[in-house]
């Protein structure tokens, strides 16, 4: 019976919730908010205008260095374990990882402007 009463007090919460975040808002819709969002480009002009490919090199530095952050999470558990397998795996791709960007440094790959 708890079980049944909590589904339906929750259910009657969340319909509520939904009816309240549904008629509260003032909707007054102008330019600005029904022009779609294009990233900073023009939504109006060419289509085949150059971009500068650095954004993309940001963007996957910063998956690859996040990828790194939830790499390194797990770290202090996998050092009390019995076999350190995990920890060495972990930290030989921290290594890696960590190589790669010195590498793209000095090659001028994360300079902005030329």
């Known amino acids: 019976m708890n079980i ?7 259910t009657i919460l969340s319909m509520v919730l939904i009816t309240i975040g549904f008629w509260l808002p003032m909707n007054k819709p102008d330019t600005e908010k ?5 990233c900073g480009f023009d939504p ?3 289509a085949r205008l150059p971009f500068s490919i650095r954004f993309f090199l940001v963007a996957i530095l910063f998956l690859l260095f996040d990828l790194e952050i939830a790499l390194l999470l797990p770290t202090p558990w996998a050092s009390q374990l019995a076999t350190m397998n995990t ?5 030989l791709v921290l290594m890696l990882l960590t190589l790669g960007l010195t590498y793209e440094w000095l090659q001028g790959g994360l300079e902005w402007a030329e």
Request: charged share 5%; with cysteine; net charge negative.
């Open 34 to 38: 029904l022009s779609p969002y294009e």
């Open 44 to 46: 109006l002009g060419s």
């Open 87 to 91: 920890l060495c795996l972990t930290s």
């Open 4 to 10: 049944m009463s909590m589904l339906i007090i929750s």
